[in-house]
């Protein structure tokens, strides 16, 4: 009938509005721990640079990595408050509340396999794509 379609497509969006929140949060925490290394990365190297000696170019480089390393506090610090509000957002949600039948269910549970087989296929064929750069390179090289 026309409203289980439409409460079916209401689920569907739900559906794919969740996981884009959730992966949105994963790729946030991917991104904090990178810019955490790199701002490690930074701090090793002022510190290398500060017991060289004492000239213009050593001042100079010093007050760039200080420069670049305040930007990546913020950075980090900016990141970081983002991805515990969308946490706690994500938690006081009742996520599951708004399926309350078994066709909705169903339907979650359809489009979430729909989904997974997309971003599997995807990544397969980057993958497929990488190893055939690399076939071609290696080709190359040996022609």
């Known amino acids: ?39 490690a990365f930074i701090t090793e190297q002022l510190e290398e640079l500060r017991h060289r000696t004492d000239d213009e170019a050593n001042r100079k480089k010093i007050a760039e990595l200080e420069d670049d390393l305040a930007l990546r506090k913020a950075q980090i610090s900016d990141l970081q408050q983002k991805i515990l509000t969308a946490d706690q957002e994500n938690k006081s949600r009742t996520q599951w509340d708004n399926i309350q039948s078994m066709l909705e269910a169903k339907v979650a549970l359809k489009c979430l396999f729909e989904l997974l087989v997309d971003a599997k296929r995807e990544l397969q064929n980057q993958s497929e794509k990488g190893y055939q750069a690399r076939y071609e390179e290696i080709k190359e090289a040996h022609d």
């Open 1 to 39: 009938n026309a409203k289980g379609s439409v409460k079916a497509g209401a689920v569907q969006h739900y559906i794919e509005q969740e996981l884009e929140v959730h992966l949105s949060i994963v790729e946030a925490e991917k991104s904090l721990e990178e810019l955490m290394e790199y701002r």
